[in-house]
């Protein structure tokens, strides 16, 4: 059974079936606690382009990563976001 408030990040896949990731962060920016509005989001997508990034971000998600998925970039997105 997972608890209440263990992650630190959450990776969303932009395109998902039936709710996709920007339909899917926006739910969880909406749920009630706290926690939710403030946990750092991370769109995943291939189709990195300025206006995918800015829905990602209307959305709620607070960056995004290219896929496919470079060390590098994921590496500096997530110590950016996820304090050590």
Do not use: W
């Amino acid at each position: 059974k997972v608890q209440e408030h263990t992650y630190d990040i959450v990776l969303m896949d932009v395109k998902m079936p039936v709710m996709d990731g920007l339909e899917a962060t926006r739910s969880i920016r909406h749920l009630k606690d706290s926690f939710y509005k403030t946990i750092p989001i991370v769109g995943l997508t291939a189709n990195v382009i300025p206006q995918q990034i800015e829905e990602c971000m209307q959305a709620g998600m607070n960056g995004f990563i290219a896929k496919p998925i470079r060390q590098e970039d994921f590496i500096r997105t997530i110590s950016e976001l996820v304090p050590s």
